[in-house]
């Protein structure tokens, strides 16, 4: 399940592609837009900017706007960005491994090599998906 924090940062993504010949846009209006706390958005978008996706500008006329294109966007690093792993189990998880405690033998774990085809058919969706992909469908 996605984190508050991911679908809150999805609806800004959304807010700012649909705005994107606007220049920049107020963290006010997408917190208005979305009934988001204006400091829990702002830490959010912070985030987005320090991953290179936005920029901002400060001053008369500031506020924040897509760096990126949207269809460079891909969904997975927004979630691995915000919510950290993919996977739904440490062990299979790509980037966050850890073994699980309780796992006698990874290698015989029929759950282990159940997530492992879980976690590649959702990576191949959420790396080929985009925020292009979204805009499009709204």
């Given at each position: ?91 299979v998880s790509l980037n966050y491994y ?41």
């Open positions: 399940m996605l984190s508050k924090k991911t679908k809150y940062a999805f609806h800004a993504l959304t807010f700012l592609g649909k705005r994107r010949e606007q220049k920049t846009v107020l963290i006010q209006d997408i917190s208005e837009e979305y009934g988001i706390s204006h400091k829990f958005l702002e830490n959010i978008l912070l985030e987005l900017k320090k991953a290179g996706i936005l920029g901002s500008k400060k001053g008369k006329g500031g506020g924040y706007y897509l760096i990126k294109d949207p269809k460079d966007v891909a969904l997975s690093k927004v979630i691995r960005l915000l919510d950290g792993p993919i996977a739904l189990l440490p062990c850890e073994p699980c405690v309780e796992c006698k033998d990874e290698v015989k774990c029929g759950l282990n090599k159940v997530m492992i085809q879980v976690r590649d058919e959702m990576l191949n969706v959420l790396e080929n998906k985009t925020l292009a992909d979204i805009l499009d469908k709204e």
